[in-house]
């Protein structure tokens, strides 16, 4: 059995044909060029799928799903996407619009949902019936699956974990809260907190290497300059991960699953960040004598959303 | 098919035989005396459930199985209590010793985890596929249900919603971490600020209620305070609701079920917390304009314990 797998990013379209167990054998990519209709990016998202195709050697009509990873809130059962803030979407009819082109079935799914499924089929959580995904990027986003099956919830709103409140009353969200772990674990926070770090520490290795200017700090910068052992990166990075094994604690205590994968820029930090987390976690676990997932950085890359989002074809 | 429902606790222990859909037929209870060895309680826990069958004229064959709820860890495959802080247990073999006395399949899962499941089946959730409870008492407990099941997680340590961590750095917590859940949302977190409140406001009601003895301040004396428009009293209840909505809109967030479930002693404030608690969630929503889960009171009281541990035996 073969998927069509396709992302849809705000800058991006990628699509990809996927085997049954998450090999991709073609893919390909178009802008998104997301101020235009809806009803253009679907066309456009139809004409991709129908070129990987061909690139894979396969008619359409031996794909015998396509899936979607969307970056925003998706309506599983009615194919409506209520909101893509990232795109502007509001209540676009994906299915409905897909169907003017090509008769496959099609499921929509949130992206970092698809791209934590993704792991737990051909990736790090391999073979796992539990784990969450957190994309640690320009925000937190997560992706659940239970049961060997992604979860969204009941409402498609579940597995916001970047909007868990693990500081009430915090730092401002753009959610409307306060104190969202999004706030503390996305690479946003990271340059918020060391632009505020260096007006204190002008001397710190963090500025230099922005040529002053602390607008141009970004996450890698401050990582980089943490390992190196410039003492105020290394007290933003220390505040990072103190907040990241917050938020991943609560995870455990509520959901408990087998793994934990970090992905999303900041996790390209790697070994560095991975230690850091994991020795932040072991003295805030509950039960400390019993075994609690682990917790393991994302394997696929820029590839797991084709890949999650073709799986979800299957059944 | 009929099932034993027993709800053992840190003072006595109660048991009930229990229909298909959750009706009681019979139930009673015994002391637990939890300074005895294991092998002494659990030689009642048999015996407790032989008479209840007996009451409902039944013999321990016609029992399907049986179904313990533990304040504590449960290991289900194992049947090993890992950890039950409240009967002083560490590694009990408790399904081993059931089996010394009665031949029935026996299950055990954790207390609060098989009340929320019995609402689910047979309370204020009842026909849901998933819902989280929340047992608002001496510590904050949680029982969550997914696909119509009990989920404890992988590990046997999930559902512990009273540690999630929702204000970090804050409170200290018995579990060892700073601002879990339970030190905002349970009746000890009314108790401990209504002292603190009652130190600056010697003239507020609660205090007179007490007989000037803030030693005797319970969690039903300050909300019986606020519901009478003692200030003091109000703004203690308005920061505990406050706290709750903030936990149960991170498990909108995270869990997106259909129903979140409050229980446990504060619940029995009624509507009066249920209102406050609706009214300080909604402006927390992070989708605005989507459904979201609802927020009710458990129904079943005192027997969602035996109800839902006799349930853990359907199949």
């Excluded at 090509?102 to 499921?107: A, E, K, Q």
């Excluded at 089929?121 to 796992?128: E, H, L, N, P, Y």
């Excluded at 937190?140 to 579940?158: L, M």
């Amino acid at each position: 059995m073969l998927y069509m797998g396709v992302d849809l990013g705000g800058t991006g379209i990628k699509a990809g044909v996927v085997s049954e167990n998450g090999e991709i054998l073609s893919k390909g990519s178009t802008p998104t060029m997301k101020e235009r209709p809806y009803q253009d990016i679907i066309r456009d998202i139809a004409a991709l799928c129908e070129k990987v195709a061909g690139q894979a050697n396969v008619t359409m009509d031996e794909i015998a799903a396509i899936g979607v990873g969307v970056p925003g809130i998706c309506d599983a059962k009615t194919g409506i996407i209520p909101f893509c803030t990232n795109l502007g979407w509001h209540d676009v009819p994906f299915i409905a619009e897909m169907h003017k082109y090509l008769p496959n079935r099609v499921i929509v799914d949130n992206d970092a949902t698809v791209a934590g499924y993704a792991e737990s089929i051909a990736g790090v959580s391999r073979g796992t019936q539990s784990s969450v995904f957190i994309t640690l990027g320009t925000g937190v986003g997560g992706g659940i699956v239970i049961g060997g099956r992604p979860y969204s919830g009941v409402h498609g709103i579940g597995s916001e974990i970047g909007h868990m409140i693990i500081k009430m009353d915090g730092e401002p969200c753009t959610c409307g809260n306060k104190g969202c772990f999004e706030r503390y674990a996305s690479a946003t926070a990271i340059i918020r907190e060391a632009k505020r770090a260096v007006e204190k520490h002008p001397e710190s290795a963090i500025l230099a290497r922005c040529g002053g200017n602390s607008e141009k700090i970004n996450a890698k910068i401050v990582i980089d300059c943490a390992k190196e052992g410039d003492a105020t990166a290394k007290q933003v990075f220390d505040d990072y991960v103190k907040a990241l094994a917050h938020g991943i604690v609560s995870l455990f205590n509520v959901l408990d699953p087998e793994v934990i994968v970090l992905g999303g820029g900041v996790s390209m930090a790697g070994e560095y960040l991975l230690d850091a987390v994991r020795a932040a976690v072991k003295p805030l676990v509950f039960f400390k004598t019993l075994p609690y997932p682990s917790i393991q950085l994302a394997r696929l890359g820029a590839d797991a959303g084709i890949i999650g989002a073709a799986l979800l074809g299957r059944e």
